[in-house]
C-alpha cells in the first residue's frame, strides 16, 4: 500500500511541475514577438485580412456569375411561360372558330330539317324523306 501512495505523489508531483512549466511559457514570448507578424486591433495580420479579402471577392464573383445563370433561366423560363401562353390561346381561338362553324352548319343543317318536315306534312312530297327500305 505505501507503494501506491508513493506511485500517486510522484504521479501528482510530474502534473504539478507540467503546469508550473507552462506558466513559465510567457518568458520566452518575446523571443517569439520578432518572428510572429504584428497584429492588428482587431487581432488579425496583414496576411490573413488579405486572404479573407482574397476570399472574399472569389465568392462574390461566384455568387455574382450564379445570380447571373439565375436570372438568364428565370428570363427563359418566363419567355417558354408566355409563349406556351401564346401558343395555347392560338390553338383555343382555332378550336372555337371551328366549333362555332360546326354549331352554325348544324343549326342551318337543323332548320332545313324542320322546314322539310314541315313542308311535307302540309302536303308537298317533294320535301318529304324517301320511305325506309326494310331489311329481307
Known sequence: MSRMILAA?????LIGTGQA????APA???????VTPKKLPDGTTPEERSNTARLNAEQASRAKAETTTYEQEVSAAAQQ?????SEFAEETAVYEAE??????MSAEERMNWEADVAACKAGD?????????VPR
Open 125 to 133: 312530297t317533294t320535301r318529304c324523306a324517301p320511305p325506309a327500305t
Open 21 to 24: 512549466a507552462a506558466f513559465q
Open 28 to 34: 520566452a514570448a518575446p523571443a517569439e514577438a520578432a
Open 99 to 104: 366549333k362555332a362553324r360546326v354549331a352554325a
Open 81 to 85: 411561360v408566355a409563349h406556351d401562353q
Open 9 to 13: 505523489a510522484t504521479a501528482l508531483a
